[in-house]
DNA sequence: CAGGATCCATTATGATACTG
DNA sequence: CAGTATCATAATGGATCCTG
């Protein structure tokens, strides 16, 4: 996914303005949420910290080549911090921020409308 | 992005019960709102019924291969209405259908997080 | 254990042109 | 106007192996 674009510079037509002031917050939000695993990987780790390798059992067959990844990016962006115990790296552990907690409205809406939306599949299966 | 598993037959560990119960539905969610598109289409149809060029000048960037594919992939899914007329193929619209108004909330949601993101991204940038 | 490196397949996106 | 077709590139994912 590509990384939105400013708006700053943006002269569009005027009667758009209302769909615009929408659009560009919403396609940041999608940046950041990225993909499939951002949301799982936070999930997890809202939790409790977690290793490496436990993310990787829980996160449901992400590699270590994506996980590693998606974590990178995911404390560039802010919403992770990794703990390296310096005596030992087979300690490190992974930790949300309190940034990462502002997602929780997005995970529930998510939440919510996944359950509806299988009902409404598996409904829609019995109803044949 | 690939289509989520189905959990019925999915024999976890206990303790990870409530994460699991979680997961699906939001990965559910993630599946049917894929990628950039489906959310700023949706959006833009909120304003009312469009044609296909109208949505390919307010859908920021999206190009027609892409624009086809979605609207293709929306309609499958319950989300939209072709409205073609039988005399006129110039007249084709895209309509919402009831089901597409529950992405509403994620809609919100995305859009809240968005604006707090960038006032974030812009504070950090003032504050260096 | 925590990743990185490599190779490969698939998907997503994009530019441009074209058609009924 | 509403798309298709073609070509090209980039992003993502998977498999396997490697290393400090």
Redesign the interface.
Same mark, same amino acid.
């Given at each position: 996914? =590509?990384k939105p $674009?400013n708006s700053i510079n943006n002269k569009s037509a005027c009667r758009?303005i $209302?769909?615009k002031s *929408? !659009?560009?917050?919403?396609?940041?939000?999608?940046?950041?949420i990225n993909? =499939?695993w951002r !949301?799982?990987i936070t999930?997890?780790l809202m *939790?409790g910290n977690k290793r490496f390798s436990e993310l990787q059992k *829980?996160v449901?067959k992400i590699t270590s080549k994506v996980l590693a990844h998606e974590l990178k990016e995911m404390e560039l962006n802010?919403f992770i911090e990794k703990k390296t115990n310096a005596q030992s790296r087979a300690r490190t552990e992974y930790q949300l921020t309190a940034?990462s907690w @502002?997602?929780e409205?997005? !995970?529930? @809406?998510? /939440?919510?409308?996944?359950?509806?939306? /299988?009902n =409404?599949i598996r409904n829609e299966a019995l109803a044949k």
């Open positions: 996914m =590509k $674009e758009a $209302e769909y *929408e !659009i560009v917050p919403i396609m940041d939000a999608l940046y950041v993909g =499939k !949301i799982p999930l997890a *939790e *829980e449901h802010g940034y @502002s997602l409205a997005i !995970i529930k @809406s998510l /939440r919510d409308f996944g359950i509806q939306h /299988r =409404k």
